[in-house]
């Protein structure tokens, strides 16, 4: 199983008036962390959606456990724990700079055509993806 590490620094925009950052931004940084992944493996997003697949989110599930502020160094880790053709699954953990985890989150991906349908991704992705997934029960 590969976990991929990224860095987030927390910006004012995304704190509360309490200076305690907004749970809706651990979404966009678990997103960021998901992206990064599938840079790492050779594949964007952008490419995915030119050659006519669509990774769109079915579930996203986050559990705080501590509060990030504004200027944290954090690290977002994200690991592909479940590949069908159709179906992606990953898990996160959001540290913070001693490495003590912030956050846990999980997103179920479905793959859909240029009608929105649901379709299977390309043997080639598949395979490409494959060595790094860790497979655990839903």
Same mark, same amino acid.
């Given at each position: 199983?590969q %976990? ?10 995304e704190t509360d008036?309490? @200076?305690i950052v907004?749970h809706a931004?651990?979404? %966009?940084?678990?997103e960021? @962390? ?17 050659? #006519?697949?669509?990774? /769109? /989110?079915? *579930?996203? *599930?986050?559990?705080?456990r ?8 954090l690290? /977002?880790e !994200?690991r592909?724990?479940r590949?069908?053709?159709?179906l992606?699954e990953?898990r996160y953990?959001?540290?913070?700079s @001693? #490495?003590e ?5 999980? !997103? ?11 379709? #299977? ?5 598949? *395979?490409?993806?494959?060595?790094? /997934?860790?497979e655990?029960?839903?």
């Open positions: 199983m %976990i991929c590490k990224s860095s987030v620094i927390v910006r004012y925009a008036a309490q @200076g907004h931004n651990y979404l %966009i940084w678990l960021e @962390g998901r992206s990064e992944f599938l840079r790492r493996h050779g594949l964007c997003y952008s490419d995915l959606e030119k050659a #006519g697949y669509y990774v /769109v /989110v079915a *579930e996203a *599930e986050v559990r705080y501590s509060p990030a502020f504004y200027e944290n160094r690290t /977002v !994200t592909l724990v590949l069908r053709r159709k992606l990953f953990r959001v540290l913070d @001693g #490495g985890p912030l956050a846990e989150g999980r !997103t179920v991906h479905m793959v859909l055509n240029c009608e929105r349908r649901p379709t #299977g991704l390309p043997r080639e992705i598949v *395979e490409r993806l494959q060595s790094s /997934v860790a655990q029960p839903a």
